[in-house]
């Protein structure tokens, strides 16, 4: 009795891995590492017969990370220093979090509030963001108001941390 040949199954084909990118990632700079996965992301994408932009590659490996676009992952990942309530000003670009979206905007007003370390940003948002999780409608909100504390990390009215609006980077 002659047993079945198993064939393996066919393993996708192995690009091999180039001296740059260890070069990149020793170095640790975010944004190339991320422009070198685009690269390969693309290159996958084509060996499935699938076309895709540069800036599509970009776009869909910075969605991948859980970022809005790819303007905004680069700007996550060139954040070196914590921003502080004094770096804040009327009229600034920043690049942060709201409610688990990633959101770029410009900065409209801070004021201390009376509750000690806790402050009062306003903000506009380049996009409206659906602050609902439901299926069955929607909430977009552009203009946010929301507390910070001095590290711009978002709290409560009584500066426990809470939900709300982080300013993680200025633009």
């Known amino acids: 009795m002659t047993q079945p040949v198993h064939n393996p199954p066919e393993k996708p084909e192995q ?11 020793a170095s640790g700079d975010p944004a190339e590492i991320l422009k070198q996965q685009a690269k390969r992301l ?3 994408l084509a060996s499935r017969k699938m076309t895709v932009s540069h800036t599509g590659s970009l776009e869909l490996l910075a969605q ?12 996550m990942t060139r954040k070196r220093e914590p921003v502080r309530i004094a770096d804040l000003g009327i009229g600034k670009r920043f690049a942060g979090s709201y409610l688990g979206h990633a ?18 940003i306003e903000v506009h948002l ?8 439901s299926e069955r409608f929607s909430a ?17 009215a009584n500066g426990t941390r809470g939900p709300g609006l982080s300013v993680d980077l200025l633009l």
């Open 15 to 25: 690009t091999p891995v180039e001296l740059a990118d260890f070069a990149i990632i």
């Open 42 to 44: 693309r290159k996958a």
């Open 64 to 75: 991948s990370h859980g970022f809005r676009d790819w303007n905004t992952a680069i700007a």
């Open 103 to 120: 959101v770029c905007g410009q900065i409209r007003g801070v004021t201390r509030t009376p509750v000690g370390g806790v402050y009062r």
């Open 126 to 133: 380049d996009q409206p963001v659906d602050v609902v999780t």
């Open 140 to 156: 977009l909100r552009q203009r946010i108001a929301s507390r910070i504390n001095e590290d711009c990390e978002p709290v409560l």
